[in-house]
C-alpha cells in the first residue's frame, strides 16, 4: 500500500561515513513503523534497525549498536539510517521496510508489509 526507495548508498572506506534515505509516496510515512534490513551475498535478510511510528522508540541489531542511528521526518515521507565508523562487514543491499501495521515493529521479514528495491553499500579499502 505504500511505495519506499531507497539511496544514499555507494562505496567508501573503512571508518567512513553514509547516510541512507528512503522515501515513501501512495502513503503518509506517519501510518508506519518502518525499519532497515540488509542482505549480504549467500546470506540471509537480517535486521538492521527499527523505529516506531510515533517516532520515540529505536531498535537496533547488536552489530551496528553505536555505529548507526535510525530516524525519520514524517513531513518529509522519509526516514535515514546514518551509518558511522563502517566496517567491511556492513557491505551488503540495505533495504528500507514498512510494518504491516503501525503498531508492529518491523524487526524480522515477518512483520514487514513493504519492501524497497535496496541500495547497495559496500565498504572496501
Known amino acids: 500500500q505504500v511505495q519506499l526507495v531507497e539511496s544514499g548508498g555507494g562505496l567508501v572506506q573503512p571508518g567512513d561515513s553514509l547516510r541512507l534515505s528512503c522515501v515513501a509516496s501512495?502513503?503518509?510515512?506517519?501510518?508506519?513503523?518502518m525499519g532497515w534490513f540488509r542482505q549480504a551475498p549467500g546470506k540471509e535478510r537480517d535486521f538492521v534497525a527499527a523505529i516506531s511510528w510515533i517516532a520515540v522508540n529505536t531498535f537496533y541489531a547488536d552489530s551496528v549498536k553505536g555505529r548507526f542511528t535510525i530516524s525519520r521526518d514524517n513531513a518529509k515521507n522519509t526516514m535515514y539510517l546514518q551509518m558511522n565508523t563502517l566496517k567491511p562487514e556492513d557491505t551488503a543491499v540495505y533495504y528500507c521496510?514498512?510494518?504491516?501495521?503501525?503498531?508492529?515493529?518491523?524487526?524480522?521479514?515477518?512483520?514487514?508489509?513493504?519492501w524497497g528495491q535496496g541500495t547497495q553499500v559496500t565498504v572496501s579499502s
Open positions: 521496510a514498512a510494518s504491516r501495521d503501525k503498531m508492529l515493529i518491523p524487526n524480522s521479514p515477518s512483520t514487514v508489509g513493504s
Open positions: 501512495g502513503r503518509s510515512l506517519s501510518n508506519y513503523a
